[in-house]
């Protein structure tokens, strides 16, 4: 079946300094889905990729979605104390497999 | 934004006994709805999808006579763990899309098996 693999699984950063997270799929993904989870809480929808190649950004959050449609990244500009939390990424319609998560510590 | 609550939040049952989970799409209707179990530190895994007015699809692995999901209406699913043991002891999540895709997560039951 579908896998999704992600890197890394936890990730220290001093505050200000960047941060990339990585999500490789074991087979061609219609889409791919970003979420963010916080300590103690629920996952929360962030974006979704459909087209190859295809970049979106949120404030200091940019969503890259390979040409392959087989990987994807999420980059964190200048992190803050409140980006602390569990990035996951998601691939498939409805019926989504998520990848294992990167936890994500700033320290201020 | 799309609301979905989850009943309880937390839970401490007794190993042998049934414990029902609730999920509700507070504003909108879902004919689809789907629980998830999150062990520590662990992502999510898809335990089955759950369909309004027809029998839920479990995924491999899942013992659906042990989860049993009941999707009563459009905005109302629910889980029962039944004869629960500590090895169920997990975080429950369930979730609903009002779209294709964007799923919207209750804030999920902690179960705890003594």
């Known amino acids: 079946g579908q896998q999704v693999m992600q890197i890394p699984q936890y990730q220290h950063v001093q505050e200000g300094e960047d941060f990339t997270t990585y999500c490789n799929s074991s087979t061609t993904l219609s889409n791919i889905q970003w979420y963010k989870q916080r300590p103690g809480g629920h996952p929360v929808f962030l974006i979704q990729?459909?087209?190859?190649?295809e970049v979106k950004k949120q404030k200091r959050l940019t969503f890259q979605f390979g040409e392959a449609k087989k990987n994807s990244s999420l980059h964190i500009t200048a992190t803050q104390t409140t980006d602390v939390g569990t990035y996951f990424c998601a691939g498939g319609y409805q019926k989504v497999t998520f990848g294992i998560g990167t936890k994500l510590q700033v320290i201020p | 934004g799309a609301v979905v609550s989850q009943h309880p939040s937390w839970v401490i049952c007794k190993s042998g006994t049934s414990v029902k989970i609730e999920c509700r799409s507070l504003d909108f209707q879902a004919t689809t709805m789907f629980w998830y179990r999150q062990f520590p530190k662990q992502s999510l895994m898809l335990m089955a999808t759950s369909n309004e007015g027809s029998k839920a699809t479990y995924e491999q692995g899942v013992e659906k006579d042990k989860f049993l999901i009941n999707h009563a209406s459009l905005t109302l699913s629910t889980l029962t763990v039944t004869s629960a043991h500590p090895e169920d002891s997990s975080f429950y999540i369930c979730?609903?899309?009002?779209?294709?895709?964007?799923?919207?997560f209750g804030p999920g039951t902690r179960l705890t098996v003594t």
């Open positions: 979730s609903a899309a009002p779209e294709a895709y964007e799923q919207y």
């Open positions: 990729l459909v087209k190859s190649g």
